[in-house]
C-alpha cells in the first residue's frame, strides 16, 4: 500500500511566521566550523565541520558514546563549543544572550528519546503546549494549529487521550507533531526510532521525511536504525573517534571504501572500533601472573 500523507487535500499547512526573515535559501541552515567540544575537560569532538542546506535531512550515525547527541547539544545551544562556532541560519550561537536564546529555539522544534510527553496532559494539550509557552495566540487559534499538526501525523482523532492510552507508535506521532508545533525551520530528533517495531518505525520515519518536504522543515535525526535513516536522510554523517569521519549521500556512505564506515554500516563487530574500552591489563585487573 503506499503511503499517504494525511495533509493531501485536506488541510493545508499553515505558517505561524510568514514574515520571519531568514538568510538567502542557499546558504546553510546550519554549520559547525572548526568545532571542538567537549564536558569537564574530556574533549568528545574535535574539529568537526558540518554543513547543511536548507529544506534537507541529514543523519548522524556513529558508535555509542561517539559525540551525536552532543552535535543535537550543540545547535541546541545546551552546549557551547570549546573553539569553533555552531552557526544557525548565519547567526553564531554561542553569544547569544537569553532573549536571542529564546527567539532561535523557537525556530527549533526537538523531539527527545522516547518522546518524552507530559504524561499528565492529553495529546491535545502536549502539542498545544509550545503554543501556549510561545505564544499569545488567542485559544480559538490554537485548537486549530493543535488539531492541523494532529491531522498530520493522523492522530487528529486521538485528541483527548492520555500517553499512557496510546501505543509507543501513536506517542511518537504525538512527540512530532509537538516537536513542529510552532512552526520551526530545524527539528532536531535524538532516537525517534527507539523502542518501535518495524512497522511504527517505517511509518515514523516516512513522516519525519513527509513533514520536512512538505513544511519546508530541516531535519537532523540522531539515530541506530540505519536502514529507516538510510531510505529517509539526504545526507549522512559518521560521528566517531572525536570526529566526522564520513559525509555523504547514503548511498555514498554504503560504498564507502573507510574501514570504520565499512565496520559500521555493515555491522561488523571488528574493525577499527574496538568492542572492549581500553582498561588496565586483564592480569592486572584480576590479579594473575601473565
Ligand atoms: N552531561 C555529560 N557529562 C559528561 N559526559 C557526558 C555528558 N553527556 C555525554 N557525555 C559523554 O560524552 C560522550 C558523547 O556522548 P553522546 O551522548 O553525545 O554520544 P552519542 O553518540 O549520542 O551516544 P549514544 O549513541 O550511545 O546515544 C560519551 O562518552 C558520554 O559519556
Excluded at 25 to 42: F, K, M, Q, T
Excluded at 58 to 65: D, K, M, N, P, Q
Excluded at 172 to 181: D, F, G, Q
Excluded at 229 to 250: H, L, W
Aim: hydrophobic share 45%; glycine share 10%; with cysteine.
Amino acid at each position: 500500500m503506499a503511503w499517504c500523507f494525511p495533509y493531501h487535500g485536506a488541510l493545508p499547512p499553515a505558517r505561524l511566521w510568514p514574515d520571519r526573515v531568514t538568510s538567502s535559501a542557499s546558504a546553510p541552515l546550519i554549520e559547525l566550523r572548526n568545532v571542538s567540544v567537549g564536558y569537564g575537560d574530556r574533549v568528545i569532538l574535535n574539529g568537526v565541520n558540518l554543513k547543511l542546506e536548507r529544506g534537507k535531512v541529514l543523519a548522524l550515525i556513529g558508535t555509542s558514546g561517539g559525540g551525536k547527541t552532543t552535535v543535537l547539544r550543540l545547535l541546541g545551544r545546551q552546549l557551547r563549543p570549546l573553539s569553533g562556532q555552531v552557526l544557525f541560519d548565519g547567526q553564531d550561537l554561542a553569544p547569544l544572550d537569553l532573549a536571542g536564546l529564546y527567539a532561535v529555539r523557537r525556530r527549533m522544534g526537538m523531539l527527545f528519546q522516547f518522546g518524552a510527553l507530559f504524561t499528565d496532559l492529553t495529546v491535545f494539550e502536549n502539542v498545544a503546549f509550545p503554543l501556549r509557552e510561545h505564544t499569545d495566540l488567542p485559544e480559538a487559534m490554537i485548537r486549530d494549529l493543535v488539531l492541523m499538526k494532529l491531522n498530520a501525523v493522523g492522530l487528529r482523532g486521538a485528541r483527548d487521550l492520555l500517553p499512557s492510552e496510546v501505543s509507543g507508535g501513536m506517542a511518537r506521532r504525538v512527540a512530532l507533531a509537538r516537536a513542529i508545533a510552532l512552526d520551526p525551520d530545524l527539528v532536531l530528533y535524538d532516537e525517534p526510532f527507539a523502542g518501535l517495531d518495524p512497522i511504527s518505525l517505517g511509518v515514523a520515519a516516512r513522516l519525519i521525511r513527509d513533514l520536512n518536504d512538505a513544511l519546508g522543515l530541516t531535519s537532523v535525526i540522531v539515530s541506530h536504525d540505519l536502514h529507516e535513516t538510510f531510505e529517509i536522510a539526504d545526507v549522512v554523517a559518521m560521528v566517531a573517534n572525536g570526529r566526522v569521519v564520513a559525509q555523504g549521500t547514503p548511498d555514498e556512505l554504503r560504498h564507502s571504501d573507510d574501514p570504520l564506515v565499512r565496520q559500521f554500516v555493515g555491522a561488523q563487530a571488528d574493525g577499527p572500533v574496538r568492542f572492549h574500552q581500553p582498561a588496565k591489563p586483564v592480569a592486572e585487573d584480576f590479579g594473575v601472573q601473565p
